[in-house]
């Protein structure tokens, strides 16, 4: 099993995933990146020894392309450095082929992320009431929502899973958390050992793969 490690790190909104990426990351910015879900591809700025090309059906994405209905990612195999695909996979039915082609478009690295459900969940299920993102019965169909729901543990199992499907090498497998008081963190760690303290309290896990 990979090392699992933990950083201290809060988004307050979606821009600022990317950002953090780009500084924790940086070494992996510095050839042709391909950003796939790029939404408003605040990456593009951060790629600035390199070629950046962003896939999405917003506005901002230099390559229009629908990662549910459209099919492959219309790349040849190996084609880009690294390959990014942060918080994406989880909204869309097909996320199993995606990810094979976000590794078959890859000719480096890999650098992927999902969100812990269980954390989003917790405290609404806990106090019976409110809701929690990309979940719910609206009353219109929404434009974005979740497909799956999982906890930190089973994201782990799957990203390691298709490191030894796909043959490649986890170089970092990260756990981040809110930032909290110290003797919070000790107390829940205490309360919640183990896999249920990462399923209650992260939110997010970060994988850097390369290819073997």
């Given at each position: 099993m990979t090392v699992l490690h933990h950083e201290l790190v809060a988004f307050a909104s979606r821009q600022d995933r990317p950002r953090w990426l780009s500084g924790r990351f940086a070494d992996l910015l510095e050839g042709s990146v391909l950003d796939v879900g790029c939404d408003a591809a605040v990456l593009r700025d951060h790629v600035t020894r390199g070629h950046y090309v962003g896939v999405d059906r917003s506005s901002a994405a230099d390559v229009k392309h629908d990662l549910q209905s459209g099919g492959a990612l219309p790349f040849a195999d190996r084609s880009f450095d690294t390959v990014i695909c942060t918080d994406v996979l989880e909204h869309l039915d097909n996320l199993h082929a995606?990810?094979?082609?976000?590794?078959?478009?890859?000719?480096?690295?890999?650098?992927?992320?999902?969100?812990?459900?269980?954390?989003?969940?917790?405290?609404?299920?806990?106090?019976?009431?409110?809701s929690f993102k990309h979940y719910g019965l609206p009353l219109d169909p929404p434009e974005d929502r979740h497909r799956w729901f999982f906890s930190l543990i089973e994201a782990r199992e799957f990203l390691e899973g298709q490191a030894e499907r796909q043959?490649?090498?986890?170089?970092?497998?990260?756990?981040?958390?809110?930032?909290r008081r110290r003797?919070?963190?000790?107390?829940?760690?205490?309360?919640?050992?183990?896999?249920?303290?990462?399923?209650?309290f992260s939110h997010t896990l970060v994988c850097h793969y390369e290819r073997g």
């Open positions: 995606i990810f094979a082609e976000l590794v078959r478009v890859s000719a480096r690295h890999v650098l992927v992320s999902l969100p812990n459900n269980w954390n989003a969940a917790r405290l609404p299920l806990r106090r019976g009431r409110g043959g490649l090498v986890i170089r970092e497998l990260i756990a981040l958390e809110k930032p003797a919070l963190v000790l107390l829940r760690r205490l309360l919640h050992p183990g896999p249920r303290y990462l399923n209650l």
